[in-house]
């Protein structure tokens, strides 16, 4: 009898630091990559996005964004659809960028990492859009 209560002892201690382990994932701490795309989420050069050269209007009335997202990896090409699940904010949104602890204005390079910044970015999120990925 003494070794079946250790037995579901140990079982239930197992499941239950499964379950705390679970709880303590923090979502608010993941690193994400950043990318600069037009409105539908397909990956320009990062030039586009420079609002130092004042490229940002790019090719006429087309509006590019800086996407990001945990989900992405670093290299992308130019003309590649981003996976499904990412979020964007506008490039020459100051306050956005340096939520992320991006620069405020200039040139982000297409695939950049930040460590620890999903979740700070506050008015970024609110002013995001979904990908609709490819």
């Known amino acids: ?22 709880c303590d994932n923090d979502d608010d701490y993941q690193d994400a990559s ?10 320009v050069d990062e030039d586009y996005c420079d609002d130092d050269d004042n490229n940002g209007s790019g090719l006429g009335v087309l509006p590019f964004f800086i996407w990001y997202s945990s989900g992405f990896r670093p290299g992308y090409p130019v003309g590649y659809r981003l996976p499904a699940g990412g979020y964007k904010f506008p490039y020459n949104d100051r306050a956005a960028r340096q939520s992320f602890g991006l620069p405020a204005t200039g040139r982000i390079g297409n695939g950049t ?10 008015a970024a999120r609110s002013t995001s859009g979904k990908s609709s990925g490819g």
Request: proline share 0%.
């Open 1 to 22: 009898m003494s070794s079946r209560s250790v037995s579901l002892t140990s079982t239930f201690l197992l499941l239950a630091a499964g379950g705390a382990a679970a």
């Open 113 to 122: 990492v930040k460590t620890s910044v999903v979740g700070k970015g506050g």
């Open 34 to 43: 950043f990318y600069c795309a037009d409105a539908n989420g397909t990956v």
